[in-house]
């Protein structure tokens, strides 16, 4: 039961480098999203996806870049990484009432 | 928007209920729910309710819900050290999207 997989678990950015951070889903769910997790605080939103070829961004966007070619696959591209970008990344996917998260991705732009 | 509040830590006894509140503000919400993270983890649903139920009751589990008020809470009965994690509220927007709209957690510690 592979479920949402985040790749990769760990990385350690310089200001200015850019990266991808992937995921991918083998339950055939047509929503996916892409949070952002700060200390002491709520997970973010930064964009969500309906279905393939349809991405739409929520309430933290700005830094960041999406696409949805297939159904399984939500990667989320950092172009130009800045200290504010430093965080825990969570994937999810959800069919309906209920997401279903990856283990994160733990940032950090040095 | 939606916003999600809960407070930060909760200490109990291993063996005492825990309580943990939540108050949202958009009461068109048509799902509210409760999560797990453990440390180093991602997020594990524990339970939902939908917004025209009060109660909601699964094993150790309880969720009432005060739809006048807006505030949610997650029972815990029998609270073990395995318990110790942190607990977020979401409310799900009803637009069709699914969003999940989330507290900032309450970090739940249990004593032995």
């Given at each position: ?31 996916m ?8 605080m709520?997970?973010k ?17 700005n ?11 939500f ?16 994937c999810?996917s ?5 997401a ?11 | 928007?939606?916003d ?46 939908f ?19 807006k ?9 073990q ?7 977020f ?11 999940y ?12």
């Amino acid at each position: 039961n592979a479920g949402v997989t985040q790749t990769p678990k760990f990385r350690i950015l310089k200001i200015g480098q850019s990266m991808t951070l992937q995921c991918t889903q083998d339950m055939n769910h047509n929503y996916m999203y892409w949070y952002r997790q700060d200390p002491g605080m709520g997970l973010k939103l930064i964009y969500y996806s309906v279905g393939a070829g349809i991405t739409d961004k929520g309430e933290v966007p700005n830094g960041y870049n999406v696409s949805r070619s297939t159904t399984e696959d939500f990667p989320l591209r950092l172009e130009l990484a800045a200290p504010s970008q430093t965080s825990v990344y969570f994937c999810a996917s959800s069919i309906n009432t209920e997401a279903f998260f990856g283990q994160g991705t733990r940032l950090t732009v040095v | 928007g939606e916003d999600v509040e809960q407070s930060l830590f909760l200490s109990v006894r291993e063996g005492d209920s825990s309580v943990i509140n939540c108050t949202y503000t958009d009461s068109s919400s048509t799902y509210l729910y409760w999560y797990k993270q453990e440390p180093g983890a991602g997020l594990q649903l524990l339970t939902y309710i939908f917004s025209n139920m009060d109660m909601k009751q699964d094993q150790r589990l309880t969720v009432l819900l005060n739809k006048k008020d807006k505030h949610l809470s997650l029972r815990i009965a029998d609270t073990q050290t395995g318990d110790s994690a942190i607990y977020f509220c979401a409310a799900g927007e009803a637009s069709g999207t699914y969003k999940y709209i989330f507290g900032t957690g309450t970090r739940l510690k249990v004593l032995a």
